[in-house]
């Protein structure tokens, strides 16, 4: 029953200020905070992801920047060869691009390179082909054995890298241009010394000049070893022939 105050004690102790209203924007204790506090997980999720996406973004623009570089100094390169430089290094990629497709695998890059004078190790022909080569496309061949499809599936071969003719034009015009020109003249060498005995006879240089076509007399050959012979053996040593190159 009331008192004549018209307040009950019996409620005070309930509903006073420790009931609901007893704290600053009322409710319940912990709601106001459960609405209010941000979620700090999410928003730290997406920045992280904005960062991946920053980096890996930044990453392919320094990529494509350093092909493009490297694309233009093989143009500026290739410019500066003579043409026959030029021809040489078209007719070595296609003579080993047996598909015509106009790009080369590992094994038919690597004689086309040895064909132009450069006998690399094969980890540098891996590394060429990291670096400025293509995955192949081609599907690989249908097999009928289900055991061979089992083992296909079971274990999936790395891609085949190939690389293009403009690739390997430019490359290798790069090449030609660093290459120390004793080299060149030693290239010159080894092809007319058959058998490698280290210098060029008479009969090399008749062997030489049936390939050319050349019509080359006896004595006139004979005159040119004699001009060039300084140790009186009737051939042409190799530090002889570089020699007569340098000039």
Known sequence: MATAGGTNPNLAPRYGHHGLGG???????????????????FNTSVKAQQRIEAERFERDRKAREERERIEQAGQDSLAELSEEQREEIVEAFNLFDLDKDQFIDYHELKVAMRALGFDLPKQEILSILHTHGVQSTAPSAPTNSKAKQAAQQAYQAPPRLLLSFQAFQTLMAQRILSRDPTEEIIRAFELFDEGGKG??????LQRVARELGENLREDEM?????????????AIS??????????
């Open 23 to 41: 704290r600053a924007g009322g409710g319940p204790s912990g709601v106001q905070n459960t609405y209010n506090t941000p979620n700090a997980g």
């Open 199 to 204: 210098k060029i006879t008479l009969q090399d």
């Open 222 to 234: 004979q005159a040119m070893i004699e001009e060039f012979d300084m140790d009186g053996d009737a």
């Open 238 to 247: 190799k530090d002889e022939f570089i020699n007569i190159c340098l000039g």
